[in-house]
């Protein structure tokens, strides 16, 4: 037989069986992200980059690169970007930072939360008390928020937006609120689901390279109901009513102060995504509902160096707001290290680099690598190490 023919034929076979393969593909409904992100770390700055002057925000970028961080966690602010109504977009402080952060080839996770006033459920911004609550309300309408989303997604593909996490501690009320028939205001499960499958699904259509993960859920054991429901309780009733085909992994906050994350303990998320009862292990729970093969990303981690508590012996129920500055850099460095030794997981993301970009309120403002005025914390260097 003559080979040259033997061979054309051989390839056509190839290229028809492969086109067989690509149309099977694309039937069978939205193609799951490639997720290269093994090894790569983070940072936690929430809105902190957008308001920065060039020269500040160019040598902020440039400390977190010598400390090894990829990745930059940024509010993609609903009210911010369509504080006006549905037909306008503000987009110009997002492009700015997308330009900039190109140009230090680091990468974006955009988170996608809150509500502005005009998109509000009524009821839910009537019962809250003051407007920054109500900016954590369900939106009257879930195709309006995917169509932000959708508008998102569209204009950050190809930059330096690589993943998009959809709402921030959903599991927590003061971040995720929906009105009740009787007129209380609390997180919903249900509620979230749908809106992240909405959201969703427009971010897949519109850029189907993006990663998508679930909002990073709170690190909540037993708390009282109006606070909000436990991570294991809440992961364990979205999972059945997502599309597991739109996300590429799940979001949490791996917070575990005041104990190392490798140290048994029920109140440490950290130690509950292996470890830990079964309504309380994470990977138990995905694997129960068929998200096994999904990718945990640590969105949130830390501890803070100051606080207002007087509580001094952790248990599920409550524990300390703060730890020393030595305690911070053990934390960080055991977190960093036990957290690339496991298996399918995304960046993890430290909260934050300094205390100086952070509101000062309670213990929030001491959870930065770097103290107000500048000087490094022993956790800088502790994480910098860590990441190496």
Known sequence: MNVALFLSWRLWGYLVTAGVVILQSLAAGPTVAHVGTRFEAGISSSATLLHMNDVDLDARLRDMQRLGVVWLRVDFSWPAIQPDGPNVYHWGMYDRLVRVVD???MKILAVLDYTPGWAQE?????????????????????????????????????????????????????????????????????????????????????????????????????????????????????????????????????????VLPTKEAIYSAFYTIDNGP??????????????????????????????????????????????????QSQIIADGVKA????????????????????????????????RADGSAKPSYDAFRQAVA
Request: proline letters at 7%; hydrophobic letters at 40%; charged letters at 20%.
């Open 103 to 105: 140009a230090h080839h």
């Open 122 to 258: 009524p009821r839910c911004a009537k019962l809250v008390i003051t407007r920054a609550a109500a900016a954590k309300c369900s939106p009257a309408d879930n195709d309006t928020f995917g169509r932000f989303a959708r508008a998102a997604a569209l204009r950050f593909a190809g930059t330096s937006v690589r993943a998009w996490e959809i709402w921030n501690e959903p599991n927590n009320s003061s971040y995720w609120k929906v009105a009740q028939n009787n007129d209380a205001v609390l997180t919903s499960s249900t509620a979230f689901a749908e809106l992240a499958d909405t959201a969703a699904l427009q971010i897949r259509q519109s850029d189907r390279t993006a990663v998508i993960i679930t909002g990073g859920l709170s690190p909540m054991f037993h708390p009282a109901y109006p606070k909000g429901i436990s991570q294991g309780d809440f992961l364990s009733q979205i999972l059945p009513r997502l599309d597991p085909t739109l996300f590429d992994g799940v979001g949490i906050h791996p917070y575990s102060w005041p």
């Open 278 to 327: 079964s309504a309380y292990n994470l990977r138990t729970i995905m694997a129960k509902y068929g998200w096994g093969n999904k990718q945990l990303w640590g969105t949130e981690f830390g501890a803070p160096t100051t606080g207002v508590s007087h509580v001094t012996v952790a248990t599920s129920k409550a524990r300390p707001d703060h730890v020393t500055e030595t305690m």
């Open 339 to 370: 957290w690339y030794a496991m298996p399918n997981v995304g960046p993890l993301f430290v909260h934050a680099d300094s205390d100086r970009w952070l509101p000062q309120e309670r213990n929030e403002g001491g959870f930065g690598l770097r």
